[in-house]
């Protein structure tokens, strides 16, 4: 317990500091890190990385998803998809004889995904109004899906008695689900309130947020992040492994720690193009 809560202190650290050069190509670089470590748990995982080559085209494609601005990325991102298609059968084809195309197909399904979910925090910042509601965005998609995690586990080591998915996560329990829906949405709401005061009286920037857009958001949000965490929870059983790495003592590896944010990144995104938050 006290080494995954010094983890999660010293993860905390990294997170807003990264924040603090928001407006800065720390925030791509980062973002592309994040990018590669994930990738490389994957394939570690999944067998993928038995073929260097192909491991390495999807670590060249996918973090460079993330590091260039959206509108060079939007200009050139057909063109360089068509390319990265073309480099992914080529492979299969010349290691045909030690590809399977279910390990191509892995590669190119994850490399997909995850670019395109870690690319959300790009958007955040190059499409908001302004830093502060890039910064928002940015900690409502991760306060989703980390409070969720946090209200799920003390729920369920203090509440929990129904297996929510006994095969696919054993310690998992619906007691745990509907607390950590429940701790996310008073969470959210008071972060929220707080960051709002913090944005009106340090930086003079006044937010206005729609709460009734929250209200709904929230809990979907939650629920998505619980998603994402049995989906690769799943991936792991299905291949034999209890974490996807040990980068982060007491919680695994990078992928253990973010697969909820990667499926609450590109639906907040989403969300708020349709219906703005603020």
Same mark, same amino acid.
């Given at each position: 317990?006290?080494?995954?809560?010094?983890?999660?202190?010293?993860?905390?650290?990294?997170?807003?500091?990264?924040?603090?050069?928001?407006?800065?190509?720390?925030?791509?670089?980062?973002?592309?890190?994040?990018?590669?470590?994930?990738?490389?748990?994957?394939?570690?995982?999944?067998?993928?990385?038995?073929?260097?080559?192909?491991?390495?085209?999807?670590?060249?494609?996918?973090?460079?998803?993330?590091?260039?601005?959206?509108?060079?990325?939007?200009?050139?991102?057909?063109?360089?998809?068509?390319?990265?298609?073309?480099?992914?059968?080529?492979?299969?084809?010349?290691?045909? &004889?030690?590809?399977?195309?279910?390990?191509?197909?892995?590669?190119?399904?994850?490399?997909?995904?995850?670019?395109?979910?870690?690319?959300?925090?790009?958007?955040?910042? &190059?499409?908001? &109004?302004?830093?502060?509601?890039?910064?928002?965005?940015?900690?409502? !998609?991760?306060?989703?899906?980390?409070?969720?995690?946090?209200?799920?586990?003390?729920?369920?080591?203090?509440?929990?008695?129904?297996?929510?998915?006994?095969?696919?996560?054993?310690?998992?329990?619906?007691?745990?689900?509907?607390?950590?829906?429940?701790?996310?949405?008073?969470?959210?709401?008071?972060?929220?309130?707080?960051?709002?005061?913090?944005?009106?009286?340090?930086?003079?920037?006044?937010?206005?947020?729609?709460?009734?857009?929250?209200?709904?958001?929230?809990?979907?949000?939650?629920?998505?992040?619980?998603?994402?965490?049995?989906? !690769?929870?799943?991936?792991?059983?299905?291949?034999?492994?209890?974490?996807?790495?040990?980068?982060?003592?007491?919680?695994?590896?990078?992928?253990?720690?973010?697969?909820?944010?990667?499926?609450?990144?590109?639906?907040?995104?989403?969300?708020?193009?349709?219906?703005?938050?603020?």
């Amino acid at each position: 317990m006290k080494q995954r809560v010094a983890t999660a202190v010293i993860g905390l650290m990294i997170f807003f500091f990264v924040l603090a050069f928001y407006s800065t190509p720390f925030l791509n670089v980062s973002a592309a890190a994040i990018v590669f470590l994930a990738l490389y748990e994957m394939f570690q995982v999944t067998g993928v990385w038995k073929n260097k080559l192909l491991s390495a085209v999807c670590f060249i494609f996918g973090c460079s998803c993330v590091l260039f601005g959206v509108s060079l990325r939007d200009r050139w991102l057909g063109y360089w998809t068509a390319v990265f298609v073309l480099a992914v059968f080529c492979i299969l084809l010349f290691y045909h &004889e030690t590809l399977s195309y279910a390990k191509a197909a892995t590669a190119f399904a994850a490399t997909a995904a995850i670019s395109y979910a870690v690319g959300a925090l790009i958007q955040f910042r &190059e499409t908001s &109004e302004n830093t502060a509601v890039g910064i928002y965005y940015t900690l409502l !998609a991760f306060g989703l899906a980390w409070l969720t995690d946090t209200g799920a586990y003390l729920f369920g080591i203090t509440l929990g008695r129904h297996k929510l998915a006994p095969k696919i996560s054993p310690k998992k329990t619906v007691e745990g689900a509907v607390g950590g829906v429940g701790f996310c949405i008073a969470a959210v709401w008071l972060l929220t309130l707080f960051y709002q005061w913090i944005c009106g009286s340090v930086w003079q920037i006044q937010l206005q947020i729609n709460y009734v857009l929250l209200l709904f958001l929230t809990p979907v949000g939650s629920l998505l992040s619980m998603l994402g965490d049995l989906s !690769a929870s799943l991936i792991k059983r299905q291949c034999g492994v209890k974490d996807y790495g040990s980068l982060m003592p007491g919680h695994g590896g990078i992928m253990d720690r973010f697969d909820s944010v990667f499926f609450v990144l590109p639906f907040l995104y989403l969300f708020i193009r349709l219906f703005p938050v603020i």
